[in-house]
């Protein structure tokens, strides 16, 4: 199966910062660098940091701040030499040429382990960007769309090894292997060609992460890793046997695109000890949070709702934030309250939590692949170091002696440990 860490240096669960020998601070970027170390010490196939465009004094402990993710990971390409190196960036605010320069710029430093998650952002970040309005669902996806194409146009600007660096005949490189995109379209209009040649795995994987309608094509057409959340197994094997068939609608081969869900995993000695940290990690949660990040989560001013009241109605559709969908049928299966709801969004946003002990998370993870919901898994820890270091010192280990997961990595590229064809 395929790792990836979802690095948020707070800690995922919103008390995990809180928690006994927890370490936080997106700005302490020695531990930043200290946990993707560890992570490449376990073999992971990457290191991912997500990213908000606006922020509140009501935010996520782990989103109130957040340097910019391409910087830290131009950062971590010097200080570690195989795992890969994910980042999230927006296509509704964000430049395509910009973009691609940075992640082709951070692959090549890499030398082949950058890849770039490709969001449409459902908060508002007009106000920060000198925009008059933030675009509907259906017009940020389409941007997306012509995003990504003009995004992978410049990425293949240049083939392979253009530099002749001949001295004796002036030639430095061959201008024959340079090619102009001169793109026109409804949204953007770039000339090119990128001024950054290839790395070594060609060009950046794509990510995508939304599981909406038109977030699941845009990923069936474009994506080689699918982020997503799901609560339960038959829901998540739905997920994966619809999306991989919109793969080969596509026209595109199922097998190079990998689905991970995310996964905050409480290891105990016991399961009753992982019940127990659980439990203190819910306790540490502050309450005064619930209506922010509920309506963060569920896209929906939900300010003065009732919180020990039963989760409202919202409207659903087929462009509905998928997160949404997600948390609807959780409290409707678990007829839960809006404070109990919150206490699953301020726990994991939505992603499953398994407690138990280090066998019977490797267990869980085991039975979802074998079970087609999922090829592997984006580990988010509810807190840092220690929850991450006790899944790779006690889970990881079983899953390699039963042949799930690598004891060492084959390649140099995050495109091979993904097992992903090389782009060039």
Same mark, same amino acid.
């Given at each position: 199966?395929?790792?990836?860490? !979802? &690095? ?27 946990? =993707? ?29 957040? $340097? ?79 995003? %990504?194409? /003009? ?12 530099? /002749? ?9 061959? *201008? ?7 793109? %026109? ?18 060009? $950046? ?21 699918? !982020? +997503? ?11 994966? *046997? ?11 081969? =199922? ?11 409480? /290891? ?16 540490? *949660? ?16 939900? +300010? ?9 109605? &919202? ?5 509905? !934030? ?7 049928? #959780? ?5 839960? *309250? #809006? ?6 969004? =301020? ?43 006790? !899944? +790779? ?20 590229? &995050? ?10």
């Amino acid at each position: 199966m395929h790792l990836g860490l !979802f &690095l948020l240096a707070a800690g995922h669960h919103a008390g995990g910062w809180r928690f006994p020998g927890a370490e936080s601070g997106t700005e302490n970027f020695e531990l930043i660098s200290r946990i =993707a170390r560890t992570a490449e010490d376990a073999k992971f196939d990457m290191v991912f940091f997500g990213d908000r465009l606006v922020t509140s004094k009501d935010s996520h402990p782990s989103m109130i701040t957040r $340097p910019d993710p391409l910087i830290v990971l131009a950062m971590l390409a010097a200080q570690t030499r195989r795992i890969g190196l994910a980042a999230t960036a927006s296509t509704t605010y964000s430049d395509p040429f910009t973009l691609a320069r940075a992640f082709a710029s951070v692959d090549l430093l890499s030398r082949g382990r950058a890849a770039w998650n490709i969001v449409t952002t459902v908060q508002d970040g007009s106000g920060n960007f000198s925009r008059q309005h933030h675009p509907e669902p259906e017009e940020r996806y389409a941007i997306a769309q012509e995003f %990504v194409e /003009v995004v992978r146009g410049l990425w293949r600007s240049w083939d392979t090894d253009p530099y /002749v660096r001949d001295k004796e005949r002036g030639i430095y490189v061959d *201008t024959d292997k340079l090619h102009t995109l001169n793109h %026109v379209g409804t949204y953007f209009q770039v000339k090119g060609p990128l001024n950054v040649t290839r790395s070594a795995q060609g060009e $950046p994987v794509l990510i995508q992460a939304g599981s909406s309608g038109p977030g699941q094509q845009l990923g069936a057409r474009y994506a080689e890793v699918i !982020f +997503t959340a799901q609560q339960d197994l038959q829901a998540a094997q739905d997920f994966y *046997t619809a999306l991989k068939q919109q793969v080969r609608a596509a026209g595109r081969d =199922a097998a190079q695109v990998k689905v991970m869900p995310g996964l905050m995993p409480i /290891v105990g000695a016991t399961s009753a000890e992982a019940r127990d940290k659980l439990a203190q990690l819910q306790a540490f *949660t502050d309450q005064s949070k619930a209506h922010y990040m509920l309506s963060a989560e569920l896209d929906f001013d939900l +300010t003065g709702y009732d919180l020990d009241a039963p989760v409202p109605a &919202l409207p659903v559709d087929g462009t509905t !934030f998928s997160r949404r969908k997600l948390l609807l049928k #959780l409290a409707s299966d678990k007829q839960l *309250t #809006l404070r109990q709801l919150y206490h699953h969004v =301020a726990s994991s946003r939505g992603h499953q939590v398994v407690a138990g002990t280090a066998e019977q998370i490797a267990d869980h993870m085991q039975h979802w692949v074998d079970a087609g919901a999922a090829d592997g898994f984006n580990i988010m820890p509810a807190y840092f170091p220690g929850g991450f270091e006790e !899944f +790779t010192q006690q889970v990881v280990p079983i899953l390699q002696e039963r042949g799930q997961f690598r004891h060492d990595y084959s390649g140099t590229t &995050l495109r091979e440990h993904l097992g992903l064809a090389h782009r060039g």
